[in-house]
């Protein structure tokens, strides 16, 4: 983070990783839906506590950034958790479970 290429390294690293993410959640099959479920609700998880600690940090935890600005940003990803994360482990359920009749024969009796 002292140099300009390896701060845009560690963006650039950052992005490929969560284009990543987003795209192995956004390619799984209906019949895997309680794997991208899962796997957003522990990721949420992480997210969250990640911006508690830069929220309730009692120093900057980058030397380079100020605690005011290390705080705010804390807020904003534990803002940003609930409403990414959770809204979209909520949709995929909606789909999954309206889904699920129409894949599913009845069964006689049932």
Known sequence: MHTFGGELLLQGSLLATASL???????LGRERTWHAIAALLFTGKVFCVVAVILTFAPRP????????????????????????????????CWRWLTGFNRDTPMQPGC
């Open 21 to 27: 993410f987003w795209w192995c959640i956004a390619g």
């Open 61 to 92: 935890l980058y030397h380079m950034m100020a605690l005011a600005d290390q705080q705010l940003a804390g807020l904003i990803m534990i803002t940003l958790c609930p409403l990414t994360y959770v809204a979209s482990a909520l949709w995929l």
